[in-house]
């Protein structure tokens, strides 16, 4: 076989021209993806002709420095190479903030396929140079580390044709890790129902990640374990004021509530609007619910009114997890931080 010379099956059909696109980096969280595309231009007895279905699905991302080896497909993440795996599907996630523009699909003629890779921390020893193999319906096998295999599935020799680089590499990020200072609550609009002077409102906070005082990313989802907590400012028995809360993540409607917070004769709010960035604490205020009594106290912990802390867990635009505490702070009836 010619070292540079496309290289045809008795059929004549071939491989005349591969590309291949990687992005460069990606962080190690297991759920933002790094895009790959592949170009492939095909044609038989010189002439284009479009893969076939079976062709396109006989395609593989693999390891360019041991190309033997296959990037294992796999759209949740549970089966891995070395802590890569790859997915034909898209999360949503944003890509990494330290990419530069792609690439534009100016080749013509060919097919275009995309797939996506995501890693976890085991990938960070080193960055993933990516390959592809490509099996014709004629059983010849077109891999782009520069080989070529016939239908017996020997190995003619290198072409530099079809060898896309050992730098479509894909080089793993540690995700930040943001402080409970870094976390933020910002009203938004004004209190709802009922009077201020009364004590009885509904607010609504958005939360926000806001690193280095500057804008952060913004939050794909959010969980409060427990789903909310109920303050009163003193331990004093005729103390009937106190303030709880709920959330709800990103896009939803619905607040979520823990049922063993009391809530008064008032009925709990609804949102007036969806946050699709932002996660919303719910801080509602009342002026008929009393401190529950020592006989009130249930022995069992998970049937104790949930006082606080809130555990918070979100994942910002590019699939980091940020953890921090939410709780009342003593003294007041309605002040809020983060531990």
Same mark, same amino acid.
């Given at each position: 076989? +010619? ?25 190690? +969280? ?171 409102? +509904? ?137």
């Amino acid at each position: 076989m +010619n070292a540079q010379t496309p290289i045809a099956a008795d059929d004549g059909w071939r491989i005349a021209r591969v590309s291949l696109h990687v992005d460069s980096l990606v962080y190690t +969280n297991g759920r933002q993806q790094a895009y790959v595309r592949l170009y492939i231009e095909a044609e038989s007895n010189f002439e284009p002709v479009k893969l076939t279905q079976s062709e396109k699905d006989s395609v593989r991302l693999i390891d360019y420095t041991n190309p033997e080896i296959d990037i294992p497909f796999s759209e949740d993440g549970d089966e891995r190479y070395r802590g890569w795996s790859a997915q034909r599907d898209f999360r949503g996630y944003e890509p990494h903030p330290g990419l530069g523009r792609r690439p534009d699909t100016t080749l013509a003629g060919g097919d275009y396929l995309e797939f996506y890779v995501d890693a976890t921390a085991d990938a960070l020893r080193a960055p993933l140079a990516l390959a592809f193999r490509v099996t014709g319906d004629n059983k010849w096998t077109y891999r782009t580390d520069g080989y070529v295999f016939d239908q017996n599935g020997q190995a003619g020799a290198y072409n530099n044709q079809y060898d896309t680089g050992a730098d479509k590499s894909v080089r793993p990020m540690t995700p930040p890790v943001y402080t409970p200072a870094e976390f933020r609550l910002g009203p938004a609009g004004t209190r709802g129902t009922g009077s201020l002077r009364a004590g009885i409102f +509904n607010d609504v906070h958005l939360l926000f990640l806001q690193p280095n005082a500057s804008p952060g990313p913004t939050i794909r989802s959010m969980r409060c374990s427990p789903a909310g907590m109920i303050h009163w400012k003193d331990a004093l028995p005729s103390t009937e004021n106190p303030c709880f809360t709920g959330y709800a993540s990103p896009g939803e409607n619905d607040i979520h509530w823990d049922d063993r917070v009391p809530q008064g004769s008032q009925p709990l709010p609804l949102l007036d609007k969806v946050y699709p960035e932002q996660g919303v604490i719910m801080l509602c205020g009342r002026i008929d619910i009393p401190q529950p009594s020592d006989d009130d106290v249930p022995q069992a912990d998970d049937e104790r009114v949930p006082r606080g802390p809130v555990d918070i867990e979100v994942i910002d635009m590019y699939g980091n997890k940020h953890t921090c505490r939410l709780e009342f702070v003593t003294g007041t009836r309605d002040q809020l931080r983060f531990l």
